[in-house]
């Protein structure tokens, strides 16, 4: 059994359009929203084998507040993509021993991987988003194929507004 679960880093901050797409932090409102999400995701980060992020400022600082600190993050460069083959073509690579892992990135990867993963189709992962994805009989990354998985979770923070 394998079990991956993408969290879509939270809103990140337009207000200096000279800044590099790689260094934009989380806004106001991202932080917020990685507040409150961090109590629905931080159960998933409690029973994950490894957390994988991009190595984007606010992919970053989304699973930093997630976690508060008590999760080893491992930051990966490959993950500040935005093309789910690249996505995928990093996950076929994670050691088989990992049976539970996060990833936290981007859109437009996050939501055509997820919909090329599952039997089911989601419109989009938005920001601060999480789906949680299960395959039942599959023992190796490598062999994880396109309609292959289930979505077991899917959350956002829209779901927590008042």
Sequence with gaps: M??????????????????????????????????TMSKAIIR????????FS????????????????DAKIEYKPALYTFDYKELLAFVKKMD?????VIIVGHNAAF???????????????????????LWDEVINWQKIESESARIIY??????YRK
């Design 54 to 69: 991009s190595t984007a400022k606010r992919a970053k600082q989304t699973i930093e507040i997630i976690t508060q600190g």
């Design 154 to 159: 899917f959350d956002t923070p829209k779901n």
């Design 111 to 133: 939501t055509d991987a997820i919909n090329d993963l599952s039997s089911s189709k989601i419109f989009n992962l938005p920001t601060c988003g999480i789906a949680v994805l």
């Design 96 to 100: 088989d021993s990992l049976e539970r």
């Design 2 to 35: 394998k079990k991956l679960v993408f969290i879509r880093h939270a809103k990140s901050s337009w207000e200096d359009t000279t800044m590099n797409d790689h260094d934009r932090p989380l806004n106001k409102k991202g932080k917020e929203a990685a507040i």
């Design 44 to 51: 998933h980060v409690n029973e994950s084998d490894a957390v």
